[in-house]
């Protein structure tokens, strides 16, 4: 995966911004773009860094976003862990934008299934350097040495160097090369598989974290803007003049128009400039602006939404078969057929986007609670014509994001405003403004048909997908699914069926669509974890029972073999399978801890579903209880194979936060659009869950020695159909249509 160097201190001091004083280590990541190369002729990219200073700290930079994920916590444990080092000593420094980092954006679940060896191996050689140095010292072979507690210790004698003793020796010395590495066994880590609190959990609990929304730069102008609510929208008239007697204002701005497609392009509209947030807020009312709507203003989401669900019925676009599908069931004893519907929705962090900026002597810095700085440096730099090596941008803490904040319009701007006023400028999102005018997750319609034969087995199996693709945001004019985006639970579908068709329809896009936590697997969960349900009643069984049935014999899935192009998270198949073992683990594991085949009370049910997603294996189990028309959910389970856990507490409270995510989902979120616009504003009519409404919840974590998968998103997907089935079980209801607000009171 990765070589080691090292590198100079002035380097390190360019992409974090602080200065090293002793030994600093950069990982170079094959393949990726050239750092340094003026210096070290290298092909590799220098990646991530650790410097060990001469004060015995220990500096970890942690390139990733945090936004509660844990993050800046977990990466460094790893380090720290290999290093033998003092964790009190370790300091966490935020890396700034820099393509010499690889792949900055902080989404997709990806941190730590991608960073985990090599901030093994990062340790590892810090911990063999320092070794050899104090070898070096004491004039003794490097086998008598050994770190330990922050010490290297001569194990003959005693002696004892800190590692601040030893890093300006060991910066002298060559970085060993990976096959030389000694990596710790499982049973001796200090810190990887253990709860370690975040490094950040003083400054939350003491309000010091800073957030986008948290910046002030002296004489600051304060923006609100007004955008275009029917996206492709021109705006043809503006009448501020009742926003500039407005106490506080000091001026407007008009927006740039955009063509499509959209990308991450600002919205046009028109900006308050302000003193104060509140004036700019007040002035944005008095806005009066003409608008030349376009084709958009013709979307209704529930035209467009029955038009799908018409669509689907028909045969599609085959990316998967095996077998005769359609002839098995049309021979088959039983045939069942089911639709399921998931609407537009919408990411709405609890901090809404949020950037400042301040353009001066050419060069442009912003502070913005962003997921993908580089590509907020690359945006900025292709619209507004600034070379990226003039634009600095620093990372907040993120209050949230679910995917919203890896789309920079927000920061884009903050960059156009300062340019514009030659004056530092923060953009705040308003709610309104988060849920009127974000990125949507596709609506869409699934299709699922199968035959049971006269003993309750699946003897074919045919399912389809429509919803407007996240590629139509960047092309403007793709009309079908990405074989990314049917990767996620639909093309990947793991069940021993002999005959089985998979196929898609075309849909094209109205609005801004972008990835929401779990992406496609939102609306292919729930699809075919219900569908599975309804099967098994169906077959008189049992779920677990039809669900193992389906599973069928431990295996590896490989969809390339029935013509599918797979493409797995954009991770190789032969280190993250399709592993039909660990898909029966965790469904085994959550059925049992909450004994979801026991008698309940009358109007009560349990709902169980399983789903992988971004390489990791979570089943859910919902108990709910229905009477007088209402839903209450009483108790939520999750078990979640992840492979190796660094940090169980953030699983934990990962999976958690999965659960209250996929119930606000599924009960309560939509998203409506009338003439081209959307409908809902802000949390009275796209509620979130309610403390009242939340569950017991318990989590279970399988042991396993497999890579880490993804942890962020994984325990989205099964939820909604395991909401669903249980409110079947416990009332007959069959809900095919989300949220579930639109039959049931919640």
């Known amino acids: 995966m990765s070589n080691l160097q090292n590198i100079s201190r002035r380097q390190f001091l360019k992409m974090t911004g602080v200065g090293g004083t002793g030994l600093v280590l950069a990982t170079m990541m094959p393949g990726w773009?050239?750092?340094?190369?003026?210096?070290?002729?290298?092909?590799?990219?220098?990646?991530?860094?650790?410097?060990?200073?001469?004060?015995?700290?220990?500096?970890?930079?942690?390139?990733?976003?945090?936004?509660?994920?844990g993050i800046r916590t977990g990466l460094p444990q790893v380090v720290a862990d290999e290093l033998m080092a003092d964790w009190k000593l370790v300091n966490v420094v935020q890396g700034l934008a820099d393509e010499?980092?690889?792949?900055?954006?902080?989404?997709?679940?990806?941190?730590?299934?991608?960073?985990?060896?090599?901030?093994?191996?990062?340790?590892?050689?810090?911990?063999?350097?320092?070794?050899?140095?104090?070898?070096?010292?004491?004039?003794?072979?490097?086998?008598?040495?050994?770190?330990?507690h922050h010490k290297v210790i001569h194990q003959g004698t005693g002696n004892a160097l800190?590692?601040?003793?030893?890093?300006?020796?060991?910066?002298?010395?060559?970085?060993?090369?990976?096959?030389?590495?000694?990596?710790?066994?499982?049973?001796?880590?200090?810190?990887?598989?253990?709860?370690?609190?975040?490094?950040?959990?003083?400054?939350?609990?003491?309000?010091?974290?800073?957030?986008?929304?948290?910046?002030?730069?002296?004489?600051?102008?304060?923006?609100?803007?007004?955008?275009?609510?029917?996206?492709?929208?021109?705006?043809?008239?503006?009448?501020?003049?009742?926003?500039?007697?407005?106490?506080?204002?000091?001026?407007?701005?008009?927006?740039?128009?955009?063509?499509?497609?959209?990308?991450?392009?600002?919205?046009?509209?028109?900006?308050?400039?302000?003193?104060?947030t509140w004036a700019a807020l007040q002035g944005r009312k008095k806005l009066k602006l003409e608008w030349q709507v376009g084709d958009n203003k013709n979307h209704q989401s529930a035209d467009f939404h029955t038009a799908m669900q018409e669509r689907v019925k028909d045969k599609g676009k085959v990316i998967r078969h095996a077998g005769d599908a359609y002839k098995a069931i049309e021979q088959s004893a039983q045939q069942v057929t089911a639709q399921y519907n998931v609407p537009y929705l919408v990411h709405a962090p609890m901090e809404p986007p949020a950037a400042t900026a301040v353009f001066k002597d050419g060069m442009l810095e912003v502070?913005?609670?962003?997921?993908?700085?580089?590509?907020?440096?690359?945006?900025?730099?292709?619209l507004l014509g600034i070379d990226k090596d003039k634009i600095k941008i620093n990372i907040t803490l993120l209050g949230g994001a679910f995917g919203r904040k890896s789309k920079p319009d927000f920061a884009v701007e903050a960059a156009i405003l300062a340019k514009a006023t030659g004056k530092p400028v923060r953009v705040a999102w308003s709610r309104e403004d988060d849920i009127r005018n974000g990125y949507y997750h596709a609506i869409s319609s699934?299709?699922?048909?199968?035959?049971?034969?006269?003993?309750?087995?699946?003897?074919?199996?045919?399912?389809?997908?429509?919803?407007?693709?996240?590629?139509?945001?960047?092309?403007?004019?793709?009309?079908?699914?990405?074989?990314?985006?049917?990767?996620?639970?639909?093309?990947?579908?793991?069940?021993?069926?002999?005959?089985?068709?998979?196929?898609?329809?075309?849909?094209?896009?109205?609005?801004?669509?972008?990835?929401?936590?779990?992406?496609?697997?939102?609306?292919?969960?729930?699809?075919?974890?219900?569908?599975?349900?309804?099967?098994?009643?169906?077959?008189?069984?049992?779920?677990?029972?039809?669900w193992m049935q389906l599973l069928g014999e431990d295996r590896l899935v490989d969809p390339t073999e029935q013509g599918f192009a797979f493409t797995n998270y954009n991770d190789p198949k032969e280190i993250f399978p399709i592993d039909i073992q660990r898909f029966k683990q965790v469904l085994n594991k959550v059925a049992d801890?909450?004994?979801?085949?026991?008698?309940?009370?009358e109007n009560e049910g349990w709902g169980i579903s399983v789903h992988r997603s971004f390489v990791s294996y979570c089943a859910v189990a919902t108990k709910v209880r229905v009477e007088n028309g209402k839903v209450s959910v009483l108790d939520m389970h999750l078990a979640v194979d992840a492979g190796t856990v660094v940090n169980p507490d953030r699983v934990r409270a990962q999976m958690e936060g999965a659960m209250n995510f996929g119930l606000s989902l599924a009960l309560m979120g939509e998203i409506t659009?009338?003439?081209?616009?959307?409908?809902?504003?802000?949390?009275?009519?796209?509620?979130?869950?309610?403390?009242?409404?939340?569950?017991?919840?318990?989590?279970?974590?399988?042991?396993?020695?497999?890579?880490p998968g993804g942890v962020g998103e994984p325990g989205v997907p099964p939820v909604a159909a395991s909401l669903a089935n249980a409110i079947f079980h416990a009332s007959g209801l069959r809900i095919r249509d989300l949220p579930v607000n639109k039959q049931l009171q919640v």
Not at 35 to 60: C, E, K, P, R
Not at 673 to 693: C, E
Request: glycine share 8%; with cysteine.
């Open 593 to 601: 801890e909450a004994q979801v085949e026991q008698s309940t009370a």
């Open 446 to 546: 699934q299709f699922y048909q199968a035959g049971l034969d006269d003993t309750g087995k699946v003897s074919g199996w045919v399912q389809r997908t429509c919803f407007p693709s996240i590629s139509w945001t960047f092309t403007g004019t793709t009309d079908e699914p990405s074989d990314g985006e049917l990767s996620l639970g639909f093309g990947d579908v793991p069940f021993a069926v002999d005959d089985l068709s998979c196929e898609t329809h075309k849909s094209t896009g109205h609005t801004r669509i972008g990835w929401l936590r779990s992406v496609s697997n939102i609306h292919h969960g729930f699809a075919l974890g219900s569908f599975v349900d309804e099967l098994a009643v169906k077959a008189g069984k049992l779920p677990r029972e039809m």
């Open 33 to 69: 773009k050239p750092a340094w190369a003026a210096q070290s002729g290298s092909s590799n990219a220098l990646n991530l860094f650790v410097s060990i200073n001469t004060d015995n700290s220990v500096d970890i930079i942690c390139h990733r976003s945090e936004m509660g994920q």
């Open 162 to 276: 800190s590692f601040g003793q030893l890093a300006r020796a060991a910066s002298l010395l060559e970085a060993p090369k990976k096959d030389q590495l000694k990596f710790k066994a499982k049973k001796d880590f200090d810190y990887i598989g253990k709860d370690v609190a975040s490094v950040d959990m003083h400054q939350f609990v003491t309000g010091q974290s800073v957030y986008g929304q948290d910046v002030q730069l002296p004489g600051m102008l304060y923006a609100s803007i007004e955008r275009a609510p029917v996206l492709g929208s021109k705006l043809v008239n503006v009448d501020d003049s009742e926003t500039l007697k407005v106490a506080g204002v000091v001026q407007t701005f008009r927006m740039p128009d955009q063509e499509l497609p959209v990308v991450f392009k600002s919205l046009p509209g028109v900006a308050v400039l302000a003193s104060n």
């Open 367 to 382: 502070w913005a609670c962003v997921q993908a700085p580089q590509g907020t440096q690359a945006t900025i730099a292709q």
């Open 673 to 707: 659009y009338q003439n081209g616009a959307v409908v809902q504003s802000n949390f009275h009519d796209y509620p979130q869950l309610r403390m009242p409404q939340c569950p017991t919840m318990s989590v279970h974590i399988i042991e396993s020695t497999a890579p």
């Open 100 to 148: 010499n980092y690889g792949n900055q954006n902080t989404d997709g679940s990806r941190s730590m299934r991608h960073f985990y060896q090599v901030m093994r191996e990062m340790g590892a050689a810090a911990r063999a350097m320092l070794e050899q140095a104090a070898a070096n010292q004491w004039q003794v072979p490097v086998s008598e040495v050994k770190a330990q």
